[in-house]
């Protein structure tokens, strides 16, 4: 497929493939296509960093490769990892009774064999630099992971080039587009910022927020929609320890249309809060708050 030829085609397509980019993360996005740069999207959780990228990869018939960070995560789960129970089998075989053939052993071979290409395991990385620009690859909210395996990260994208020391080096020679996220749990490394191109997602403006209610939900009413935006919007507001993401959003429009209502009214808001508030501390503050929400709906 062609490359989009500016801001506003890349836009179009983001919306056939049913995300609503906004100015800037386009404009971010274009520039980090079109200079091969890696690109890191920070913000709360569910503005849609990680939909972003889903997005990317289906409108331009590309591969996702996913690499989920979390705490502990270490590089042989990003990169290869060798597979023990088949190179166990392997050697059973090798020296089990059936293995006589009357050749002397060549352990040397033996061990070249185990350590080859069949029992390797590809891990997202590995994945990624094979497939090159065949692939969006998303390292999904990086923050969780520990500074080390950010420093390894680095080296990895600056060099596209990952070295197996049973096999070689392996190049991409194109890389692929890269999407890094983070929802902001802890700050990460000037150097890792440095290497990518950075765009601050923020929670869609209202107007904006309503057209995703719609795209994501058919057939839902535009009354109905623009009445859970208008509330969402104000329960940001409330300093609450989870703020409702643009999922919650489209959870809220879903349940109220499961139980049949057609506004947002204290009881149906009531009835439904499940799919919109998480914790029990921030349930307490929006129910102190409730008829104000439901005012402005
Ligand atoms: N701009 C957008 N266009 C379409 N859908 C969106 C948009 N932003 C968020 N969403 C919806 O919100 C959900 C949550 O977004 P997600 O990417 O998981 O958030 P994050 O990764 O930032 O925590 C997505 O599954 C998608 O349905
Ligand atoms: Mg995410």
């Not at 990895?156 to 999407?179: K, M, N």
């Not at 439904?272 to 921030?282: M, Q």
Request: hydrophobic share 45%; proline share 5%; glycine share 6%.
């Amino acid at each position: 497929m062609d490359p989009p030829a500016d801001v506003g085609d890349l836009t179009e397509l983001l919306r056939d493939g049913g995300y609503l980019a906004d100015r800037g993360l386009a404009t971010a996005l274009f520039v980090a296509l079109r200079l091969g740069r890696p690109i890191l999207l920070e913000g709360e959780v569910g503005v849609g960093k990680t939909e972003v990228a889903k997005a990317l990869a289906e409108v331009f018939a590309r591969r996702l490769i996913r690499l989920q960070c979390y705490e502990g995560i270490d590089t042989s789960q990003a990169l290869y990892e060798w597979d023990y129970a088949r190179q166990m089998l392997q050697i059973r075989a090798l020296s089990g009774p059936a293995a006589g053939s009357g050749q002397p052993f060549d352990e040397d071979a033996a061990v070249d064999r185990l350590f080859g290409p069949k029992f390797l395991l590809e891990r997202p990385l590995l994945e990624a630099v094979r497939a090159g620009d065949e692939a969006v690859l998303l390292i999904d909210e990086i923050d969780r992971a520990d500074d080390e395996f950010e420093a390894f990260l680095l080296e990895v994208l600056s060099d596209f080039q990952i070295t197996i020391p049973e096999i070689g080096t392996i190049r991409a020679e194109r890389p692929p587009l890269v999407v890094l996220t983070s929802n902001r749990t802890r700050e990460l490394h000037d150097a890792l910022k440095r290497r990518c191109l950075y765009h601050w997602v923020g929670y869609p403006c209202a107007e904006r927020e309503i057209e995703i209610v719609l795209t994501r939900v058919p057939g839902v009413s535009e009354t109905l929609a623009a009445k859970v935006v208008a509330a969402v919007q104000r329960l940001r507001e409330l300093e609450l320890n989870k703020p409702p993401g643009v999922a919650e959003t489209i959870d809220w429009v879903r349940s109220l249309e499961v139980v049949g209502a057609t506004e947002v009214d204290e009881r149906t808001a009531e009835d439904t809060l499940g799919s919109i508030v998480k914790e029990r501390d921030d349930l307490e503050v929006v129910r102190e708050n409730l008829d104000q929400v439901i005012s402005l709906a």
